[in-house]
């Protein structure tokens, strides 16, 4: 953004609309489900088709933890590789959709829980490009990045994503990126198409609390008992869900997609809000 014009210039493209856009919770699981075609994949782009075309893409994904909250204000953000020991199809990768300077210094002013950074060195993380691409695979739609702040609690995510929502009215598309359960160190490759008896239990009583709008007992899922804690051994993947329960109004419909866990530890458990 060069000047308060050129802000002025792309918040008059993002006048209120009839219809709010939908808010979205995708279980992103392995950087792989970006290239393969699978069920997960075939969904996504199913979703891009499904849903009004966004004005912009806004990503809270797992992948991008700093101390403070940031967003990308580039107007090429890089594709990060941020990841390993796959094969190189996936490093070949490049998705070079468009950022926007005058959204982020949009979203920037509509948050007043705190001063958020704009970023120039991040860029779209595999949280979000791999989900991202399959819906919209022409790259022609801004996308920009949330950062999760690391030291605050999960409180403090679902209150932030509520100041989020006014761009939802002016249709730009606000994802959160992660996995409900997601415990990497105790995956089982020999169970690829199912999860452990816990890690079902889990992915069920969440989907159930979703269901009854529930946030505080999700926003307090430390007490939800040692399912849970081995679900979320650290937040970072679980906290995109919260962001994209702030959004949700008092009686908008909520449908699940990609309903699986898988892995053991993996949950693919994704959900829309909003028609």
Not at 51 to 79: E, F, K
Request: glycine share 8%; aromatic share 10%.
């Amino acid at each position: 953004m060069n000047s308060l014009k050129d802000l002025k210039k792309f918040t008059d493209t993002l006048n209120p609309q009839d219809r709010t856009m939908p808010a979205l919770f995708v279980g992103h699981g392995s950087p792989m489900n970006g290239i393969e075609d699978n069920v997960f994949s075939e969904s996504w782009q199913a979703l891009g088709k499904e849903i009004p075309t966004p004005t912009a893409v806004l990503c809270v994904s797992a992948h991008w933890l700093t101390r403070g909250t940031q967003i990308t204000a580039m107007d090429h953000p890089q594709t990060i590789h941020d990841f390993g020991g796959f094969p190189k199809a996936l490093f070949d990768v490049q998705y070079p959709a468009p950022g926007s300077p005058a959204l982020a210094a949009e979203t920037a002013s509509l948050v007043k829980k705190t001063n958020v950074g704009l970023d120039h060195e991040w860029g779209l993380d595999h949280g979000s490009w791999t989900v991202i691409r399959r819906m919209y695979p022409d790259a022609n739609i801004p996308v920009l990045q949330l950062s999760i702040d690391y030291t605050k609690d999960a409180q403090y995510h679902y209150e932030l994503a509520k100041e989020l929502a006014a761009l939802r009215k002016k249709g730009v598309l606000i994802m959160g990126s992660g996995n409900m359960v997601h415990n990497l160190r105790i995956m089982n490759w020999q169970t690829p198409d199912t999860g452990y008896d816990w890690a079902v239990e889990i992915n069920e009583k969440f989907k159930h609390l979703i269901r009854e709008n529930d946030h505080h007992a999700l926003i307090r899922y430390e007490d939800l008992g040692q399912a849970a804690k081995l679900s979320i051994p650290t937040p970072e993947h679980y906290l995109p869900m919260l962001y994209t329960l702030g959004l949700k109004g008092a009686n908008e419909q909520l449908s699940f997609f990609n309903d699986k866990t898988m892995m053991g530890s993996i949950s693919m458990t994704s959900f829309k809000i909003g028609a």
